[in-house]
């Protein structure tokens, strides 16, 4: 049964690293025989450029078409400028939204080789692992209505709806809770139910969904009150689960902890675990086209989508091995450089992998 | 000329680390005969659970009136269940929005003393001294419509209102221009331009504020990456200037970063520059009673209160001197601990700064 990847190197970066990625796939394709073929389309600023769209038409009909997704990055400063509807980010947005893309997981581990690459003190961070479940495909990023106004006094005002719908909440919710039995069984929804409306639905709809799972632990935190448990003490969660622009923030945070976020793969799936696989970190247009960009994430990315959505567990566990080997001999990109390891091109990162295979 | 300070001792440990500050507050006034008078008032879940408002009448008429205001902390968990109108941080809410205390201003300081109880290795921490300036009384916190509504389908669905118009992004702006001037000339304002509307118009009107302010520099960050720098690298900013919302969760984190948010004043501004003090940590009902709170980031408030609101300078730095005596001789509460030195009570923390006065 053949598979069709389609592949969306983006902006900035994403071309270098996306590279690397997909001799990976090529690689452990024909060595496993998975019968997976794929084809690149244009997004973000590139489409942009070329097409006036960051999401043209022809894309968003390989990407349905498509039984997964591999992303670089998208967006840059050139295109900063851009009016909201046709900025390219919009390209991203567009794609989760039209997939319904709407469960974006976020591991956030440290992986023992770079203990010495987070900011943090080891004995805070030693073992981390923590997966952020993030609602992609609501709350603000998406709430009508949205726009820049002119008042009655000639003043503009901007504005956003932040919204969610009870069924929303359910099927995160279920995402966050079934993530969680997978691993330490414990779940802790972020809110701000102590001022904002539709995170007292949020908190309300989590409590309603425990109920199904009665072997997975329930906890509610405030939003900044986790953005300083997530600096004071990491390791105490497990799962955390909550809306977009929360998600966006916190997952961030979390991956940073880690020291290496030019390690940390995503999901981003859909109800029928379709899905699109992309690197944490952005398009870092200040170092693109140098040669010096983190392969490693697009690759782990890779194996996320043979795990997740391709039904090849076994290409992607050796692919996790291959990865973690090459950090065993002492291989680093810049941006997870130490001082007695060897510092690497991207490109050289992706032939130690495929080395390793 | 006599000056009114209304004292708001709030929920939790509020009451027991505000006795702790207003016996300083007493002692400088005697020292330096200030001629200030105080007076106390109910707010929050014990305001609530005494006249059934978290911000009755009488405290909102005696806040109106007092030339500053010293806040302990309000909310806990016996709370949580009322309906959002009544809630205990409508009292909190209530008070910004009705004295337009829109400046809330957060610094997060590394104390050398304490250099050791931050989570983060000391190499990133050493010296941090960032400014957070956080518009307090728009944003998502209070824009309409909000609420819980009930869709076509049968389903609920809940609402609120990001908003923000030209004159409230650029009255804070000019807060945290002006703040900047006195420090680092630094000012770098968080958004996320590439996805909220309302956040185009904060970063277009930053721009334009920048231009009365050629001596200092205007720098943009969205705010998923300000979360991620502010763990990799904190010192490299001065000023921080955001949103209610965006400053909510970061001046946490950035508190955190510190390890000793315990030590942490901070002050919301009027126009007139008349304020409301208090710490930047929370009510912590878990520790409520047992004697054991940080008084000093209220002490450190009445501080910030006597220099901001009460023309009193020197005072203020005879108790910032007072605290660092107090650090410097080994005192900590238990949220500060640290081998080498004695732990001591909230009161005992009290009695220390008085006599270091
Ligand atoms: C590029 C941007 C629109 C996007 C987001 O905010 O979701 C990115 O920050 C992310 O987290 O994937
Ligand atoms: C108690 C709560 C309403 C408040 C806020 O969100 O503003 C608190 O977290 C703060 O930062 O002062």
Not at 218 to 233: E, G, I, K, S, Y
């Amino acid at each position: 049964m053949s598979k069709n990847v389609l592949v969306l190197p983006g902006d900035g970066i994403g071309p270098e690293i996306v590279e690397q990625a997909v001799r990976v796939l090529d690689l452990v394709n024909t060595q496993f025989n998975l019968g997976i073929s794929h084809e690149s389309a244009l997004v973000g600023g590139s489409a942009y450029d070329e097409t006036g769209s960051p999401l043209p038409e022809a894309t968003l009909t390989k990407a349905k078409a498509a039984d997964a997704i591999l992303l670089g990055a998208v967006g840059g400063p050139k295109w900063d400028g851009l009016d909201m509807a046709v900025r390219p980010e919009k390209g991203l947005l567009g794609l989760r939204s039209n997939l319904e893309l709407f469960a974006n997981l976020r591991p956030a581990i440290l992986y023992p080789q770079l203990a010495d690459a987070s900011s943090l003190k080891p004995e805070i961070v030693a073992g981390l692992d923590i997966l952020i479940v993030r609602e992609l495909t609501g709350g603000i990023y998406f709430g009508q209505p949205r726009g820049i106004r002119t008042l009655d006094n000639g003043e503009r005002q901007g504005f956003n709806t932040y919204v969610y719908s009870e069924s929303e909440i359910r099927r995160i919710a279920r995402s966050a809770f079934e993530a969680a039995r997978q691993r330490g069984k414990r779940v802790c929804s972020i809110d701000k139910s102590n001022v904002l409306e539709v995170t007292v639905l949020w908190k309300e709809i989590m409590e309603e969904v425990a109920k199904e799972y009665p072997d997975v632990e329930l906890t509610h935190m405030l939003v900044d009150n986790a953005a300083m448990q997530l600096v004071r003490a990491p390791k105490q969660f497990d799962v955390m689960v909550t809306g977009n622009m929360f998600g966006d923030i916190l997952s961030d945070a979390a991956a940073m902890l880690t020291g290496s976020i030019g390690m940390l793969p995503s999901a981003s799936l859909n109800a029928e675990g379709r899905g699109m696989y992309e690197p944490c970190h952005g398009s870092a247009p200040d170092i693109a086209g140098q040669g010096i960009a983190n392969p490693l994430a697009t690759i782990l990315s890779v194996a996320m989508m043979l795990r997740y959505s391709l039904d090849a567990k076994e290409a992607a566990d050796a692919i996790e091995a291959a990865v973690s080997r090459v950090l065993d001999q002492g291989l680093r990109t810049a941006d997870i450089a130490s001082q007695d390891c060897q510092t690497v091109s991207t490109q050289a990162m992706g032939d130690a992998v495929l080395a390793a295979l």
